[in-house]
């Protein structure tokens, strides 16, 4: 796979590193679909939980988010930094456990995008961000999944209403508060 670039925004081309393992990043067609769905949100601030390589959380920042980005693997926490100086994007990145940064949110983020490994219990992990409740009111939740997968989730004990788009092997379905 050919490495990620920002696709359109300050940082517009500039070429991404990936950690040598334990990432995935998004491709270019995901991510230029969820920022044509952003396209007319005020920008605000977003949270990229499962960062891995940053393509999303950076892609944002280049486009005028503020960015937060956070990553449990220190390899990976590296090469973020490399790409955001590479990228010349001002943002917060954080090493550390996802649920447990992501509970220092709560109702404080504009869009939370949220691709964990797929290896993890995907429903889980999204319905732990939807109850740490971080996005605030007419915020966004965006999981990125296998396509074959689709997820149900549940917002105040009610089935939460998703938009489901599926990209080639991906999935983005998005929950709006």
Not at 61 to 81: F, H, Y
Not at 107 to 121: C, G, K, T, Y
Not at 122 to 144: C, E, I, K, N, S
Not at 150 to 167: F, M, S
Request: glycine fraction near 10%; charged fraction near 20%.
């Amino acid at each position: 796979m050919a490495a990620p670039r920002i696709i359109q925004g300050s940082a517009k081309g500039r070429t991404l590193r990936v950690p040598a393992s334990g990432t995935r990043p998004s491709p270019a067609r995901l991510r230029e679909a969820l920022f044509d769905a952003l396209a007319f949100e005020p920008r605000g601030a977003f949270l990229d939980l499962y960062a891995g390589s940053g393509a999303v959380g950076l892609e944002a920042a280049s486009r005028g988010w503020q960015v937060t980005l956070v990553e449990r693997s220190a390899a990976a926490v590296r090469i973020l930094r490399e790409n955001a100086r590479t990228c010349g994007v001002d943002v917060r990145i954080v090493h550390g456990d996802a649920l447990k940064v992501a509970a220092e949110f709560v109702s404080n983020v504009d869009v939370a995008f949220v691709d964990p490994p797929f290896e993890l219990d995907l429903v889980a992990t999204f319905q732990a961000v939807l109850d740490l409740g971080v996005a605030r009111p007419g915020g966004r939740y965006v999981f990125q999944h296998p396509t074959g997968h689709t997820p149900t989730l549940q917002i105040d004990g009610e089935a939460a209403r998703i938009d489901t788009r599926r990209y080639g092997s991906n999935a983005l379905s998005v929950v709006r508060v």
